[in-house]
């Protein structure tokens, strides 16, 4: 009962702990060291945990990744590339309703923090042309910008994942991610866009040169994916990717803005998140229960205090790796099949994602809702339409996925 009620401070109080000045990684880590002393763990095995994070070198790639991602994503902007990106797609696609769904799509492709502020300008005046109000723009921006969070094997959240559950192949992962990708978006589509007008976007010329640019343009970003595939590791993709910005930029002062580019917060909040699973796997008492819980409740039961958990770890704090370095291990310690493991680990992304979608700390909403000149209420109001639908779906989804993979 101990490390259960250590768990419950420890993560009442995250939302407490000054972050703007601390930084949200060092918050992890503070959280991770309160957790472990309320829960009994000597000092020594709670520095030996933070050690760990050092000696992985799962973890340590994760890190470099998360790292180059953070240099391409600020190459791609400071070139230049991005507003090359932005029109050549509106060459490409003649409806502005496609083009309201692409854009942030493709902007989602920089896994930066805040990154729906980048398609933000482009959502809103699209989305005036259109006749949606400020707040459908914003969730139209915010729906549509996640959806490389579930496709893409380069994120911190995707890299983290296998290092924690080793069983779960992470492609596979991806493929069912993509079956909640369509239901999440056809949603948004029916009650955000499908009544708004049908716009032609005015025709221009050299459609198929400006599909080629995109093509060249945005190889730094689906190279590091084409990479893996053929047996590449990441961070050696993520090198390869940061050359082919200096191969189609103006190359000016390259070195430098590279390194400009090179931020410490979010590498440091992937060392937070190592540090707190390396704490919670070291609660003895909390997996002993949750695997005695796994046994004797019903399948739904276990979904349901997945979802609660998720929502708590994912609002309170606004970052999607929260719950999911809280639960997963919990998952990766369950003496289950492979098969109900990723389906356990696709649902714990999920609610955890929407926990953190959700969020009044999401960043990209705060950003988005500041940018659109909205109130939060306004949007909060829009994501109620979609809520039921999605949470619903996912259940659906989820034993769906059961049925196919384990019968």
């Avoid at 972050?19 to 991770?32: D, M």
């Avoid at 005046?125 to 490389?148: C, D, Q, T, W």
């Avoid at 069983?167 to 999440?184: A, C, D, P, Q, S």
């Avoid at 998952?331 to 098969?339: F, Q, R, S, T």
């Amino acid at each position: 009962m101990r490390q259960f009620v250590a768990i419950l401070i420890a993560f009442c109080l995250l939302p407490f702990i000054p972050k703007k000045k601390l930084g949200f990684g060092p918050a992890l880590l503070l959280c991770g060291a309160i957790l472990g002393l309320i829960a009994g763990l000597a000092p020594i095995h709670i520095w030996t945990a933070f050690e760990e994070v050092f000696l992985s070198w799962s973890a340590l790639e994760t890190i470099i990744v998360v790292a180059q991602v953070g240099v391409l994503g600020y190459l791609l902007k400071q070139y230049g590339i991005l507003d090359r990106i932005v029109e050549n797609l509106k060459r490409v696609f003649a409806s502005s309703k496609v083009i309201m769904m692409v854009l942030p799509a493709v902007m989602g492709l920089l896994s930066v923090p805040g990154g729906a502020y980048l398609s933000a300008p482009f959502a809103d005046s699209i989305g005036k042309e259109l006749g949606l109000s400020s707040a459908k723009r914003a969730v139209v921006n915010l729906s549509f910008r996640h959806i490389a969070m579930f496709i893409l094997p380069y994120t911190g959240t995707m890299i983290f994942i296998p290092t924690v559950v080793p069983e779960v192949n992470i492609y596979m992962l991806i493929l069912l991610n993509i079956g909640f990708v369509i239901l999440m978006q056809v949603i948004s589509y029916f009650i955000y866009l499908f009544k708004a007008p049908k716009i032609k976007a005015p025709k221009s010329p050299g459609r198929a040169r400006a599909l080629w640019a995109l093509v060249c343009d945005l190889s730094p970003v689906y190279m590091m994916v084409v990479l893996n595939l053929f047996g590449l590791p990441l961070f050696l993709g993520g090198f390869v990717c940061i050359g082919l910005c200096f191969a189609i930029g103006c190359r000016k002062d390259f070195f430098r803005q590279a390194c400009r580019g090179l931020g410490f917060s979010t590498p440091l909040m992937m060392v937070g998140i190592y540090f707190l699973q390396h704490i919670i796997t070291r609660l003895n008492d909390v997996t002993a229960t949750v695997v005695h819980l796994f046994s004797i409740s019903s399948g739904f039961s276990i979904l349901l205090v997945i979802s609660l958990a998720s929502i708590l770890f994912g609002a309170t704090t606004g970052h999607i790796m929260v719950p999911l370095g809280v639960i997963l291990p919990l998952i990766g310690a369950l003496p289950i099949a492979g098969e109900m493991k990723l389906i356990y680990t696709f649902f714990v992304f999920v609610w955890g994602f929407l926990g953190y979608y959700y969020s009044p700390l999401h960043l990209c909403q705060l950003l988005t809702v500041k940018y659109m000149g909205c109130k939060n209420w306004e949007v909060y109001k829009e994501h109620l339409k979609a809520m039921p639908f999605v949470a619903v779906g996912s259940y659906l989804l989820f034993y769906l996925y059961q049925f196919l993979l384990v019968g």
